[in-house]
């Protein structure tokens, strides 16, 4: 049964979150929240955890639904390659409720890639608990958006995500309700190009 942790979203208690770390170095998925929606995530090096997240969401790998997110542009850095053009673009936009699709670097497993283009989507979420827990891991979390098959938004109710999930993931982080809205995702390996409007502003990339 997963555990529950009612965690302050503007100053979340470190006790807490390192509890949460302990479950993501151990093998453990967990439901947290971001600046756009809930999402699951597990450490980046844990297949078998990421499996058991795309076995939650019903898809398969071939889909592209995993993003790593990042605790700050600097870390992101170590995971994409970024020319300088690109270097801006993500300064003026992180944190925030974007993903970037990037050309990986040879620190992203292989298995998370694309598997024709080996790029990656990577984030920088704007919310103070995905922030905590990211500086306690000190690497990315593997995540994906927390939608259930049948479900036509994701979801946004800790309390629901506990009853539907109690069984399938280790740990709820209660950040309270955080939107149903997902991050914008715009590709950068090739320009600059709208993959999907999401909450993020498109201003700052012209669209």
Not at 56 to 76: A, F, N, P, W, Y
Not at 98 to 104: D, E, M, N, S
Not at 164 to 191: K, N, S
């Amino acid at each position: 049964m997963a555990q529950f942790f009612v965690i302050h979203p503007e100053n979340p208690q470190a006790r807490l979150i390192r509890e949460a770390v302990k479950i993501l170095r151990e093998g453990g998925v967990i439901a947290y929240p971001t600046d756009s929606c809930y999402a699951l995530g597990c450490a980046l090096g844990d297949k078998e955890a990421m499996e058991r997240i795309l076995e939650i969401r019903g898809v398969d790998l071939k889909q592209r639904l995993m993003t790593l997110v990042c605790h700050d542009l600097s870390e992101l850095a170590n995971y994409a390659k970024v020319d300088n053009r690109q270097y801006r673009l993500l300064k003026s936009t992180t944190p925030g409720s974007y993903t970037f699709i990037l050309q990986a670097t040879r620190e992203v497993p292989r298995r998370t890639l694309h598997p024709k283009r080996a790029t990656i989507g990577l984030r920088v979420p704007d919310h103070k608990v995905a922030l905590a827990l990211l500086e306690e891991l000190g690497e990315p979390i593997l995540s994906c958006t927390l939608m259930l098959p049948g479900d036509d938004v994701p979801m946004s109710d800790p309390y629901e995500i506990r009853e539907r999930l109690e069984h399938l993931v280790d740990a709820v982080l209660d950040g309270g309700w955080c939107g149903t809205e997902p991050t914008t995702v715009v590709d950068m390996t090739d320009g600059v190009e709208l993959v999907r409007e999401g909450k993020g502003a498109l201003a700052p990339f012209g669209f």
